[in-house]
């Protein structure tokens, strides 16, 4: 596939948020440092490329067709390959050689028509590596498999049948049992569905949870034994979308709670704990601690999905918060953790979602209006300690996640994984950095051949 020459208009389509459309694979690639021998699997990070853009000013960040860039660590060594996420929309969009689906921002235009909007599941968000596979997610669709080293997509994945509902891009798998909490919110009634996937890839447990309306609910946290929703007004409005607006709005008035459910639960037995004014995108961990259920997020003051001009941009930015729900009493705590750092895209050592651990790590945001990030972040639960590892003045980074050492002795044993970018010459490294030496120079710095552009979630999968 050979790059194309497109003249682009807008801020997600520019600097480094410009897609690429060379599908490339490289090995023997360039190391500033010495990638441990003691680091195997594959590093794979997901986000927007569009291949058509119907408006280019109007472009929503959201519409971008998935593609995966992936490191792969073996034996001190590493390659590179990024691919599309292979949907039927961008198939049809390519055989037809335009673009056919609107994308967000045009949905009103088609409405007002008289036609519905089509929409294009394109599996940019998020991943999860379940029951041995790897599923690209956005939240409006059905997850897609793809394979592992090489990122083809195999196909639409609707687990066997059993999958009825679309499935957000934040599931959460419980590694001691194999189960996997996923949900799906909609506009319209049902605004909330619930499903316990089984650890042999069936969905085994399906109910509807009623929340007042359709808002973007865009993660869920587990605990050993329940299952969280936060239930926070980011709230669809399709008169706003007629006029021109954006369809998803701040409503504080539709109210701000967290809906607690045992795993295997239904409407009847969900526990609602009304909360402060708030939003989250991301949750970072939480899990039982006697009759309290603990929760941590990036919280911020007021949601969006998109920076407003119009309004100090730290109220939209997220910073590490903690809160206490008793399930005996109905008591709510409420805490900031980090009050000096404003940060988002939280991760763990992934084998301890849904049970206490001690490290968090977060992408920093710069403060401004691009909502960048220029370092990584390790809070110690413990201590209360933040270790920073500063990529500099001039270095963007995005989500990072923690890879274990072989044979790991400890929660922080192993490393931090993220993708850096030149702001200047729009280059990308793989920086590779010591967990237990966090703020110290990264032990393997990784040169790309290809450019990476910002984008969302990354995972690790070991091999």
Request: hydrophobic share 35%; proline share 6%; charged share 25%.
């Amino acid at each position: 596939m050979s790059a194309r020459p497109v003249d682009y208009t807008s801020r997600y389509l520019s600097g480094n948020y410009e897609p690429v459309f060379d599908e490339v694979e490289a090995a023997d690639l360039e190391v500033t440092g010495e990638i441990p021998s003691d680091l195997s699997g594959h590093f794979l990070r997901i986000g927007p490329n569009p291949y058509f853009v119907p408006d280019m000013d109007r472009y929503h960040i959201f519409d971008g067709d998935g593609m995966i860039h992936s490191v792969t660590f073996s034996e001190g060594q590493a390659s590179y390959r990024n691919k599309f996420i292979d949907s039927k929309g961008l198939r049809e969009e390519r055989e037809k050689g335009e673009w056919i689906y609107p994308g967000l921002n045009l949905f009103g235009d088609v409405i007002a028509r008289g036609e519905m909007p089509k929409s294009k599941n394109t599996g940019n968000t998020a991943m999860v590596f379940h029951q041995g596979k790897l599923f690209g997610l956005m939240e409006g669709g059905t997850p897609y498999e793809v394979s592992l080293p090489d990122l083809t997509t195999v196909g639409e994945h609707d687990f066997d049948g059993t999958l009825d509902h679309n499935f957000t891009a934040h599931p959460k798998v419980d590694a001691k049992t194999g189960e996997m909490m996923t949900f799906g919110y909609s506009p319209f009634p049902p605004y909330l569905t619930y499903s316990v996937v089984s650890a042999e890839g069936r969905a085994v447990h399906t109910q509807e949870i009623t929340i007042p309306k359709g808002i973007m609910m865009h993660d869920c946290a587990i605990t050993a034994h329940y299952t969280i929703f936060p239930d926070l007004p980011l709230v669809f409005d399709f008169d706003k979308l007629l006029k021109g607006e954006s369809m998803i709005g701040w409503e504080p008035e539709n109210g701000c709670r967290i809906g607690v459910v045992p795993r295997f639960g239904s409407d009847e037995s969900i526990h609602w704990f009304e909360i402060e004014e708030s939003f989250l995108f991301h949750v970072a961990n939480a899990w039982e601690d006697g009759d309290e259920i603990v929760l941590q997020a990036c919280r911020s003051d007021r949601g969006a999905i998109e920076m407003s001009a119009d309004r100090d941009v730290r109220e939209q930015m997220g910073r590490l918060h903690e809160w206490r729900l008793n399930l005996k009493t109905g008591a709510v705590s409420s805490k900031l953790l980090l009050a000096n750092d404003y940060c988002d895209f939280p991760r763990i050592q992934d084998d301890l979602v849904g049970y206490q651990n001690r490290f968090t790590y977060a992408a920093r945001f710069r403060v401004n209006e691009g909502a960048t990030f220029d370092a990584e972040l390790k809070y110690d639960h413990q201590t209360g300690a933040v270790q920073v590892h500063e990529f500099g003045p001039d270095k963007e980074s995005g989500e990072a996640v923690f890879a274990p050492k072989r044979n790991a002795q400890s929660e922080d044993d192993g490393y931090v994984i993220c993708f850096v970018n030149d702001i200047h010459d729009r280059s990308c490294e793989c920086h590779i950095i010591d967990a237990q030496n966090f703020d110290g120079p990264a032990v393997a710095r990784i040169k790309i051949p290809s450019r990476v552009p910002h984008g969302f979630h990354a995972s690790w999968v070991p091999g």
